[in-house]
């Protein structure tokens, strides 16, 4: 059983920072694509960013520049780290574990953590 358990979301001013943490727990043997996305009241789910095990990163339009997300492949943890924040990054933010590699091998699909609310507003 795979679980995703974020934290580290709140309330913040605009032009602040938050960081946002997601530990994966659970029996595989390699976890890859890992990432956040987020979901405003009324809008569709939206990619934040997302890190494949070698580093590499790519992020969603609006927020280039401001968050940088990292992970640590021994710990199965990844990190958002949101600076100069505006009143539209407000959402609820998920993690999103793209796939993992199971023994056998086989592959599983899409896992979520529970969402975590992120609200920037004066």
């Known amino acids: 059983q795979v679980q995703l358990v974020e934290s580290g979301g709140g309330f913040v001013q605009p032009g602040g920072s938050l960081t946002l943490s997601c530990a994966v727990t659970?029996?595989?043997?390699?976890?890859?694509?890992m990432g956040w996305y987020r979901q405003a009241p009324g809008n569709q789910r939206e990619l934040v960013a997302q890190?494949?095990?070698?580093?590499?990163?790519n992020y969603g339009g609006s927020v280039q520049g401001r968050f940088t997300i990292s992970r640590d492949n021994a710990k199965n943890t990844v990190t958002l780290q949101m600076n100069s924040l505006k009143p539209e990054d407000t959402a609820v933010y998920y993690c999103?574990?793209?796939?993992?590699?199971?023994?056998?091998?086989?592959?599983?699909?899409?896992?979520w953590g529970q969402g975590t609310q992120v609200t920037v507003s004066l």
């Open positions: 999103n574990l793209e796939r993992i590699l199971l023994s056998g091998p086989k592959f599983e699909y899409d896992f």
């Open positions: 890190v494949n095990p070698g580093g590499t990163a």
């Open positions: 659970g029996n595989f043997l390699t976890a890859y694509g």
